[in-house]
């Protein structure tokens, strides 16, 4: 499709179900405040839909994590492709026994005969003094189930094109959405795109950083700046957390030498000790320095905002460790 058209991630991903729900009347959505007479969402991003696909297949629910995922599973085994929101990422620990232990492993326990095509949509991201609890990223939760995906878009692009093959994918997503880049646009090129394949957002040939959802617009930054003293930083977007492009992060690493791995997630067990320990497994004798993490503090979300500011990476972190690693 070669139709291009500026939107924002908010809008993009409003569009991205709206089309799927245009062309498979099997796609339902459900969540709290979902409908449009309880405002489209707390953020609007379900907006419109309702009044185009009706309540039937736009519902309002309940404030009910269990009875959402619940309802999204058994619509997933009657043939439907449900996309459920739970609001916030933190909220996703309530109905974590039937994400885990029902959604994650039904097509494992039937043989293969059964699919839970389900889309889990929810937000989260530090900037606006939540505090602990609604601002967390959980990620490497889900990442560590088997049967589960997590997707992790860092623009309205790619939020489009990982939403529609989301719901069009047969197992369990988690589609998260960071609220402080709702409202950041971008060209929108209504493409096709796998989930497990990572984007190389800036071609770099002195250190590869590593990142997803809104650190990569840090780690373009921290390129930016670092570009001024004449160093080439690769930036490189996972997209999808879980499956990860293996071969996308190894074949970059390869070239620059150097890894940089960023995430907002805390950094203690986060998904970057993975992708490092694989790296140094298959790239040992080939690094310039030693594979660098950095992720959130050792801590629940501060609320007061200074505190907060301090708790996630920044640009200027990155700009750092990208020199530590080149003095290595």
Same mark, same amino acid.
């Given at each position: 499709m070669s139709e291009t058209k500026k939107l924002t991630i908010l809008e993009a991903i409003n569009k991205a179900?709206?089309?799927? *729900?245009e062309a498979d009347p099997k796609v339902l959505l459900l969540g709290e405040e979902v409908g449009d007479e309880q405002g489209g969402g707390v953020m609007g991003v379900t907006k419109g839909l309702s009044a185009t696909f009706g309540t039937d297949r736009v519902k309002s629910t309940p404030i009910s994590e269990q009875a959402i995922i619940g309802a999204a599973i058994g619509a997933s085994l009657a043939g439907y492709r449900p996309v459920a929101e739970i609001?916030? *990422?933190?909220?996703l620990a309530v109905p974590m026994d039937m994400i885990t232990n029902h959604a994650a492993k039904l097509r494992?326990?039937?043989g293969g005969q059964t699919n839970v095509p389900i889309v889990i949509r929810t937000m989260t991201g530090t900037g606006f003094s939540t505090g602990g609890q609604h601002s967390d990223?959980?990620?490497a939760w889900f990442a560590h189930t088997p049967g589960i995906k997590v997707v992790a878009p860092s623009n309205a692009d790619d939020a489009y094109s990982l939403m529609r093959a989301a719901i069009e994918d047969d197992d369990p997503v988690i589609f998260i959405e960071n609220i402080p880049t709702y409202w950041t646009p971008s060209e929108v090129t209504f493409s096709k795109v796998k989930l497990g394949s990572?984007?190389?957002?800036?071609e770099g040939s002195d250190a590869t950083?590593?990142?997803y959802s809104r650190m990569v617009l840090e780690a373009l930054g921290a390129a930016k700046a670092l570009a001024k003293d004449g160093i080439s930083v690769e930036v490189l977007d996972l997209r999808t957390v879980?499956?990860?492009d293996r071969a996308a992060v190894?074949?970059?690493v390869e070239k620059t030498g150097r890894a940089i791995i960023v995430h907002e997630a805390v950094k203690q067990y986060g998904v970057g000790a993975e992708i490092a320990s694989v790296i140094n497994e298959e790239l040992w004798g080939k690094l310039k320095a030693p594979v660098q993490r950095l992720g959130g503090a050792f801590s629940a979300v501060p609320f007061s905002k200074p505190l907060e500011t301090a708790y996630a990476p920044v640009a200027a972190d990155i700009v750092a460790a990208v020199h530590k690693s080149l003095a290595a």
């Open positions: 179900i709206y089309d799927a *729900m609001m916030l *990422m933190n909220f494992f326990m039937s990223y959980t990620e990572a984007k190389i957002v800036q950083v590593i990142a879980a499956p990860w190894l074949a970059s």
